[in-house]
């Protein structure tokens, strides 16, 4: 890992995966494909976690989800 000052195009990264901020960065190829796979993973996670709680709301409010549109 090595230290930069950000730069330009640190802003989008860090505001869609909350990865750095451009201070510390991987310098290796390992450690780059690293940090994108857990950068996938986490948006996975925080989708599924809002899948949940939108299931769960539909549920105590006690709407179906799911049903057809034309029915």
């Known amino acids: 890992m090595r230290r930069r000052k950000s730069g330009r195009g640190t802003s989008t990264q860090s505001a869609n995966t909350a990865i750095g901020y451009g201070d510390v960065l991987p310098t290796t190829t390992l450690g780059r494909i690293n940090t994108v ?5 986490g948006l996975l996670m925080t989708r599924l976690a809002a899948v949940r709680g939108v299931q769960e709301a539909a549920r105590r409010a006690g709407v179906e989800i799911g049903a057809s549109w034309n029915s």
């Open 37 to 41: 796979l857990l950068g996938l993973t």
